[in-house]
């Protein structure tokens, strides 16, 4: 008899970290969390799962931990000493739009589930919840976060998503003409680098050599344009005699 194929041998287990995150390391959890018994609970039953763990116990320090060090996710009580839950999570979503975070709640805090969805939680779970649950949701959203990096390309306060080809600027959509969004996705590409006007055209355009066209100019314009808003100009720098750079202003 043949052993059955390897996959069932590695069924996927409930407890395991996932295999995605930080590219084969454990991923990285920072928990805020001020009860004692779930404190514990967590810290232990995540790192046995495979998690870094870091723990904050107030909102402040978890604030702090979570806009200065690297995580892959966050998981944040809403009710915490010196801070609360939600400003913490509106404070990342801002600082850091990638990064996931689920919300702990409890059950008579359902009003505040409701605003921390608004507020940007990736997900929620409500007090009291399982371990083997709590890790689901974990390795639900780490799969995401790593689909999403691998699908949007991020330059400055630029956000351009390859599936969908949607373009934000600090969050605000801005609508592309096909050759715009290819133009913008090549500068993003080589994000600080400077580009020549022969490189833009062979592989925006596909040209060979340079058909002595403006046509490079005259889209760095509409781009220009349409990235701009108030008070702030599109970060895409003209190199005298050279080209072009995406790149905040030096
Ligand atoms: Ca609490």
Request: no cysteine; hydrophobic share 45%.
């Amino acid at each position: 008899m043949l052993d059955p194929p390897d996959e069932t041998s590695h069924a996927p287990d409930a407890l395991a970290a996932g295999s995605v995150g930080s590219g084969g390391f454990a991923p990285a959890v920072l928990v805020v969390e001020d009860e004692p018994g779930i404190v514990d609970f967590l810290q232990r039953g995540l790192a046995a799962a495979g998690f870094e763990v870091t723990v904050q116990l107030d909102g402040i320090a978890g604030e702090r931990s979570a806009l200065r060090e690297s995580f892959d996710i966050v998981v944040l009580d809403l009710m915490l000493p010196k801070r609360s839950g939600l400003d913490v999570l509106r404070s990342v979503r801002s600082a850091k739009p990638g990064l996931p975070v689920i919300v702990l709640t409890a059950r008579a805090e359902i009003e505040d589930r409701v605003t921390g969805l608004e507020a940007g939680a990736a997900d929620y779970l409500v007090k009291p919840f399982s371990l083997a649950e709590l890790i689901a949701r974990i390795n639900a959203q780490l799969r995401i976060a790593t689909q999403a990096a691998q699908t949007t390309l991020r330059g400055e306060d630029i956000e351009a998503n390859l599936l969908t080809r949607k373009v934000r600027r600090a969050g605000r959509q801005v609508q592309l003409s096909t050759t715009e969004f290819e133009l913008l996705v090549y500068l993003l590409r080589h994000h600080g680098q400077v580009l020549s006007r022969e490189q833009i055209l062979a592989a925006v355009w596909g040209y060979e050599h340079d058909p002595a066209t403006n046509i490079v100019d005259v889209y760095i314009g509409y781009l220009r344009r349409k990235l701009r808003q108030p008070g702030k100009p599109a970060p895409i720098q003209t190199v005298r005699s050279v080209g072009y750079r995406l790149g905040h202003v030096s």
